[in-house]
Each structure stands twice: as structure tokens, then as C-alpha cells.
């Protein structure tokens, strides 16, 4: 497979981003985008993210981020590119930490 164009996308999500099924939003957008990686609720209160797929779709996956499903209010989001490595096969909302 070529990984050109390829990237990874971490991001921390803050505002009111638990217990409005963000990670679902999360999970779906990402399935739909053809991304790989995982997104999981952190002890602070914010949902971290890590993606990776084409650089385009990480930037559609970034956008949704900053609005977030109905329920949530989103303040803020802290981003970090990484080079793509190709660990993941598919997307999945991993247990909090």
C-alpha cells in the first residue's frame, strides 16, 4: 500500500466532551473518513484522539473535532502531526486512561 499523503493526527480534545457519546462521533466520522487509529476518554476530563489515513481526511476528522456531536461543547483542541507509521488496522474507542 502506498503511504504517501499519509499522516497521524493526535489530538486532545477539551470542553464538555464526556458523557455526549463523543467518542461514538468520534468513531464514526473517523470509520467514514477510512482512518485507522483509536479515541478514548482521558482523567482530565478531555478525549484524546490518534488517527492516521490520508492527510486530507485527518483534516476533515480535525474539523468535525472542533464542532463535536450535538451534545457537546468543544473548547478547545490541541493538535500534534506525527509522521504515519501504519500501526493500526482499524479505528476503535479504546478504554479510558
Same mark, same amino acid.
Given at each position: +500500500?502506498?503511504?504517501? /499523503?499519509?499522516?497521524?493526527?493526535? @489530538? ?14 468520534? #468513531? &464514526?466520522? *473517523? !470509520?467514514?473518513?477510512?482512518?485507522? /487509529?483509536?479515541?478514548?476518554? +482521558?482523567?482530565? /476530563?478531555?478525549?484524546?484522539? #490518534? @488517527? &492516521?489515513? #490520508?492527510?486530507?481526511?485527518?483534516? !476533515?476528522?480535525?474539523? *468535525? ?5 450535538? +451534545? *457537546?461543547?468543544? @473548547?478547545? $483542541?490541541? $493538535?500534534?502531526?506525527?509522521s504515519y507509521l501504519g500501526d493500526f488496522s482499524d479505528f476503535r474507542v479504546k478504554s479510558s486512561a
Amino acid at each position: +500500500m502506498n503511504d504517501e /499523503g499519509k499522516s497521524r493526527l493526535r @489530538a486532545k480534545v477539551v470542553g464538555r466532551v464526556q458523557g455526549v457519546s463523543f467518542r461514538y462521533f468520534v #468513531l &464514526e466520522q *473517523a !470509520e467514514s473518513l477510512d482512518l485507522t /487509529g483509536w479515541v478514548r476518554n +482521558m482523567w482530565d /476530563g478531555s478525549v484524546e484522539v #490518534l @488517527a &492516521e489515513g #490520508l492527510h486530507q481526511n485527518l483534516e !476533515e476528522l480535525l474539523t *468535525a473535532l472542533r464542532v463535536g456531536p450535538p +451534545m *457537546a461543547k468543544v @473548547a478547545n $483542541v490541541e $493538535v500534534e502531526w506525527q509522521s504515519y507509521l501504519g500501526d493500526f488496522s482499524d479505528f476503535r474507542v479504546k478504554s479510558s486512561a
